[in-house]
């Protein structure tokens, strides 16, 4: 099993780019087979406060539905949230942390791993919104966490109708835009965590 945590802020409507991507990436991974849970603060921030959305990934059946406190992933959406680490530290040891920035955020010597890149600017040149760019780098930073339940991006891709609150929800298939700007997040990530060895002696 894996825990991963998008940190981001909720926008009108109730929704954000930070939940969009969660909601991505749990759909991808029920398409692909594995049983995945989306979850959110029992009680949502207001329009523009700090919040974040969990998922919980595994190749069997969930049996325990509780909300993860320690995560293998931590997601940080937003620049301005972008302190390391994460108020909380929720990162299990061996953990990444991907972090949305137009500049690398301080890291504390003895922090831990992070890999940082302005997806938002990726975003605005290829005009699609966000979730989709933190979507695709965060489940390429999964990949290489977890290779063994690596999924075909096309996953994602075929999930995202499906995806309630994101752009192209609704049943209608994403645009060019959104595809492209998914598969540029996605060799993103892997770009950053390219030669990334992942710790098997994480600790829950």
């Known amino acids: ?3 991963l945590c998008f940190h981001g802020r909720r926008e009108a409507g109730m929704c954000g780019d930070f ?13 692909a087979g594995l049983s995945a849970q989306v979850r959110t603060s029992m009680w949502p921030a207001p ?12 190749p069997e059946s ?24 994460p108020m909380g530290g929720a990162l299990l040891l061996g953990g990444v942390l991907l972090v949305n920035a137009p ?16 997806l938002g600017a990726l975003a605005a040149r290829l005009g699609a919104p966000l979730a989709f760019a933190l979507a695709g780098s965060a489940w390429a930073a999964m990949a290489a966490l977890t290779p063994e339940m690596a999924f075909p991006l096309g996953a994602i891709e075929s999930a995202a109708p499906d995806a309630g609150g994101t752009p192209s929800a609704g ?6 835009a959104e595809i492209k700007l998914l598969r540029a997040g996605f060799e993103q990530g892997a ?6 060895a992942p710790d098997g002696d994480r600790a829950r």
């Open 1 to 3: 099993m894996r825990a």
């Open 19 to 31: 939940l969009n991507a969660a909601r991505l990436i749990g759909g991808a991974a029920d398409r």
């Open 47 to 58: 329009p523009g406060g700090v919040d974040r959305a969990i998922i919980r990934i595994a």
């Open 62 to 85: 969930l049996r325990d539905l509780s909300v993860p406190r320690k995560y293998d992933l931590e997601v940080i959406c937003e620049p301005s949230l972008a302190v390391i680490p």
């Open 103 to 118: 500049v690398p955020p301080k890291t504390p010597p003895d922090g831990p791993p992070v890999f940082s890149a302005d």
């Open 171 to 176: 049943g209608t298939p994403l645009g060019e």
């Open 191 to 196: 770009a950053l965590l390219a030669g990334f």
